[in-house]
């Protein structure tokens, strides 16, 4: 299951973007008294929103550890992956936090933590055809229909691959796998950790039967750029991996429903 992909301790930092001043960020936070964590809430098992607004997700539940590191409040700021960088830039929350994709558009504009999870993109469809869509190549046919939600990386995949298949956008992450289920489309790319928990919730998905993931993504938090800020993120993220926390708190979220 997902521990065969990779989880990173303290190991690869990924610092990028122009400097702020030391400690701007931060003296904010502390000066508001609350911690503004940017969050999708459409991507199990890192974050999702339910539907009484509440949220869960092993990034839901770093976000609250980090929280009470810093000695605030914590508030969740809902965004969407098409806007999540604009958002970002526009000052609508201090760190992006829910399964972000590591980037050279994001990184551009912020501070990336120190890698949490290495993941690739992975075909999801029916188990009917676990032995049907092994490569791009095999997906990328005329008679094949894509699903993707937009924004993010896994519409970027489909751009970037997918010149032949018919590609539907599904402006519901939460549900574009259910378009699969219903016949409606046949396979979906994205992250191998998110075909794995889809599967476990629907018997009747499966990541099909490729080689190796098609590409190598690394999941980090993005924050601004504060160097006291991602110390503390780094801190966090290195305490989380050491004692065994982080690989708990995944695995608790990707059981869950």
């Known amino acids: 299951m997902f521990v065969r992909r990779h989880i990173y301790g303290a190991i690869v930092a990924l610092c990028c973007g122009t400097s702020a001043l030391g400690g701007e960020a931060l003296e904010a936070i502390h000066t508001r008294g609350s911690l503004l964590v940017g969050t999708t809430g459409d991507y199990k098992p890192f974050t999702f929103r339910e539907p009484d607004g509440s949220y869960s997700g092993a990034d839901i539940v770093m976000a609250e550890h980090l929280a009470r590191r810093l000695g605030v409040r914590l508030q969740l700021v809902p965004t969407a992956w098409p806007v999540l960088l604009d958002d970002f830039i526009a000052g609508k929350f201090d760190v992006a936090m829910g399964g972000v994709s590591v980037n050279a558009a994001r990184a551009a504009r912020g501070t990336f933590s120190t890698v ?142």
Request: overall charge negative.
């Open 116 to 257: 949490v999870y290495v993941d690739g993109k992975c075909p999801i469809a029916r188990c009917a055809d676990q032995d049907r869509f092994t490569s791009v190549e095999a997906i990328d046919q005329p008679s094949v229909r894509v699903i993707v939600n937009p924004g993010g990386t896994n519409s970027d995949f489909a751009k970037a691959n997918f010149k032949y298949a018919t590609v539907t956008i599904h402006s519901d992450n939460t549900t574009a796998f259910d378009e699969i289920l219903a016949g409606r489309a046949d396979v979906m790319v994205t992250d191998g950790i998110e075909a794995e928990h889809q599967a476990l919730m629907h018997p009747s998905l499966c990541p099909t039967h490729v080689a190796a993931p098609f590409t190598r993504l690394e999941k980090a938090y993005l924050a601004r750029n504060d160097p006291d800020l991602v110390r503390e993120i780094n801190g966090l993220i290195a305490a989380e991996i050491a004692s065994g926390e982080w690989t708990r708190t995944l695995a608790a979220a990707q059981a869950a429903p």
